[in-house]
């Protein structure tokens, strides 16, 4: 029962094969037993899923059930889930009750989802490894010596080791994508503005957006579908209508022309990750697809535009943790400046103060043209980059990561060597466009991914393509073995 | 370029983060490969481009001027680790 996707508990759930309940039950006796070792959740809420799996079951039974009624889900412990800790990875928030919930929990709650619990990530999604969590890295279930990838590493473990069969993501310069290719699963950002931001803890608001991890596209789709939407919440949620992406997915797939980066393919990515991304692309061409060799000039500055770009946002958004009305409060303050900066030094960890600090300074007076107009200058030359690949190709593909999982510990001295890990999923976010990775093979014995880029609100075809290439391999179904076996 | 130990010190201060003296140096080490690093943005020519100002180059929506917040004082407060006649409470700063 745990080994299934997500659409395939969706269908047995409606054949009636196991109730909820069964399900839920099941799921959270897997959670105790493997989760000690894989840390991928911060709070599980067996309770609350219980209870909601039974309800679950009854709206089944009084025939008011959608295709997610009853089906098991985590979400980050990025988004507020009412009554429940709201943690972000840290300090700062660790007694903090989210008094709402966002957006995308109560979509996803309306829609009969059950929420098994809340997952392990990067103190406030800065980070590409999982190790900068104020509750401990999470662990690779391919290699538990490795990590899982990040922001969103406790949800992309969690999956990977079929504790749960979906959860929630969010991605501001990959923190889907890559810990999706890293422990061998399905993760999709969408266009920015497709899915509300309300109720999602800010990092930077003009790069952050929320979305799944899934074993396979299609359960993407079923979640994705729900998740999608304008808010009058949030200001920046498109008003456009969703397209039923479950109808788009086995669209052929003849003609579409696909789009391969040569700055990807250079120096830097691995052989054998090169490989395993020429293969898919082979199958890609053997259902249809005609190839093309694309070029994005400006790609090779997406990392430091970001890093002046998102640490500049943070600063900002970050200022609201300052020990007076909820998060962390330093004992004893001798005066009020003293209460901003020991709750914010205590609070906060490294990789987040150093991200603050960075901000601050590109934002300081005498800077603000030379670092932070810039980058929103080169910005907007790598956006042009990819309006001019789209006038020539439909999709873009190339590989997620320049590597499989690293090691734990590996690259935690140096903050440099750690960004460049984001350098292929970076400037989709500076661009605002839809990017997913799916699992394309494996090196040494580590999943690694095919990102699949599309033109703005083109989430149904890039669904399509990884549906379409998940029907010709079994990559996506292949589970780490061992104790998660 | 190599921040000083002093540009740290008050970039802290800016962005209220008390940091110990003994954590200073490893600041001013990363910050400075951080910023080292992303100095590679002025090999660019962007001579006539406009920044970005927003991904997809949409403008902000405008709504009525109506209030849709209902009161929810005592629910948010329940987060604040010092309150007191609804009021949130901080170190004395007027003597």
């Given at each position: 029962m745990y080994a299934m996707s997500l659409a395939r508990i969706s269908r047995a759930l409606s054949a009636g094969e196991f109730s909820s309940e069964e399900l839920v039950s099941h799921l959270l006796e897997r959670i105790g037993r493997l989760d000690g070792e894989l840390n991928a959740f911060i709070t599980v809420t067996g309770e609350a899923a219980l209870a909601a799996a039974r309800a679950a079951d009854e709206a089944r039974g009084r025939g008011d059930a959608g295709p997610l009624c009853g089906v098991p889900i985590a979400h980050k412990d990025i988004f507020c889930t009412a009554g429940?800790?709201?943690?972000?990875?840290?300090r700062m928030l660790d007694d903090f009750v989210s008094p709402y919930d966002a957006t995308v929990v109560e979509r996803l709650r309306e829609a009969g989802v059950v929420m098994l619990g809340k997952t392990n990530m990067d103190e406030f999604a800065m980070g590409s490894s999982n190790e900068t969590s104020y509750y401990g890295p999470v662990r690779n279930p391919w290699d538990t010596a490795r990590v899982p990838g990040g922001s969103s590493g406790g949800s992309a473990a969690a999956v990977a080791a079929r504790l749960v069969p979906g959860a929630t993501g969010t991605d501001t310069g990959g923190s889907i994508r890559q810990p999706a290719a890293l422990a061998g699963i399905t993760g999709i950002k969408p266009t920015y503005g497709r899915i509300s931001r309300y109720g999602m803890i800010a990092f930077a608001s003009s790069l952050d957006q929320a979305g799944t991890l899934t074993q396979t596209a299609e359960d993407a789709a079923l979640m994705l579908g729900a998740m999608s939407g304008h808010d009058p919440?949030?200001?920046?949620?498109?008003d456009a209508p969703v397209p039923d992406y479950l109808e788009s997915l086995d669209a052929p797939l003849e003609g579409l022309r696909i789009g391969l980066v040569e700055e990807f393919m250079d120096a830097g990515l691995d052989s054998a990750n090169a490989a395993a991304v020429e293969e898919a692309v082979k199958v890609l061409e053997g259902l249809g697809a005609q190839l093309q060799r694309i070029s994005l000039p400006s790609i090779g500055l997406s990392v430091p535009a970001y890093y002046v770009v998102a640490p500049a946002e943070c600063s900002s958004n970050l200022?609201?943790?300052?020990?007076?009305?909820?998060g962390y409060r330093a004992e004893s303050p001798r005066d009020l400046e003293d209460l901003y900066k020991r709750s914010r030094g205590e609070g906060f960890g490294a990789e987040v103060k150093r991200r603050i600090m960075t901000g601050t300074y590109v934002l300081s007076a005498g800077y603000y043209d030379a670092y932070y107009l810039k980058a929103q200058r080169v910005r907007q030359l790598i956006a042009a980059d990819f309006r001019r690949a789209f006038e020539q190709v439909d999709v873009i593909v190339g590989p997620?990561?320049?590597?499989?999982a690293f090691e734990i510990g590996a690259k935690v001295d140096d903050p440099v060597t750690m960004y460049l890990n984001d350098i292929y999923t970076i400037g989709v976010n500076l661009a605002g466009l839809p990017g997913l990775s799916a699992p394309c093979g494996f090196v040494d014995g580590l999943p690694v991914g095919l990102q699949i880029v599309g033109r703005a609100f083109d989430e149904g075809r890039i669904l399509n393509v990884a549906h379409r290439f998940q029907q010709e391999t079994d990559w996506h179904a292949r589970a780490p073995g061992g104790a998660f076996a | 370029m190599k921040l000083t130990r002093d540009e740290v010190e008050s970039i802290a201060h800016l962005a209220r983060l008390g940091i110990s003296s003994a954590e200073v140096p490893s600041y001013v080490d990363n910050l400075s490969r951080i910023i080292d690093f992303v100095q590679q943005l002025e090999q660019s020519d962007t001579e006539g481009v406009t920044p970005m100002a927003h991904p997809l180059e949409m403008t902000q929506p405008l709504r009525e001027d109506v209030v849709t917040e209902k009161d929810q004082r005592a629910l948010y407060q329940e987060n604040a680790k010092a309150v007191d006649a609804g009021l949130y409470l901080v170190p004395r700063v007027i003597e």
């Open positions: 429940f800790r709201t943690s972000c990875g840290s919440r949030d200001s920046t949620s498109v200022s609201r943790f300052d020990g007076v009305r909820f997620t990561t320049p590597t499989p | -």
